[in-house]
């Protein structure tokens, strides 16, 4: 502990919000995306490290968007990944929809890879 007189507590910074400060103290350029609807998301353009900001339902990955490696947690009603619309068949880790669980999606020539990050 630096200073056990200053405490700053943890309750006060949401997970999301402490993963992304985490992922650029490492280093990791990393850019947060919203929902156009609760925990539903529609990334219409972007690429790179994209960190959701709330748990994801959904989300669909536009036209415009060729790669690109998603950071979220899914939602207790997690629905799953689109690719321009259409349901997107995934491999990977299976995504165990728990509410706090972080995974990445990864986007590469059409195909969506999930990965659970961590233990």
């Avoid at 006060?12 to 925990?39: E, F, H, N, Q, R």
């Avoid at 219409?44 to 979220?72: C, H, I, R």
Wanted: charged share 15%; net charge negative.
């Amino acid at each position: 502990m630096i200073n056990t007189n200053r405490v700053v507590p943890i309750e006060v910074v949401d997970y999301l919000s402490l993963i992304g400060v985490i992922m650029k103290l490492a280093g990791t350029t990393v850019d947060a995306v919203s929902a156009v609807d609760p925990a539903v998301f529609d990334l219409a353009s972007g690429s790179g490290n994209l960190l959701a900001d709330e748990p994801v339902k959904s989300l669909n990955f536009g036209e415009a968007v060729t790669s690109a490696v998603v950071y979220f947690i899914p939602a207790y009603d997690y629905e799953g990944f689109s690719v321009n619309g259409t349901k997107a068949e995934t491999a990977g880790a299976e995504v165990e929809a728990d509410g706090r669980t972080l995974y990445t999606a990864t986007l590469a020539t059409g195909t969506v890879t999930i990965a659970k990050v961590g233990f």
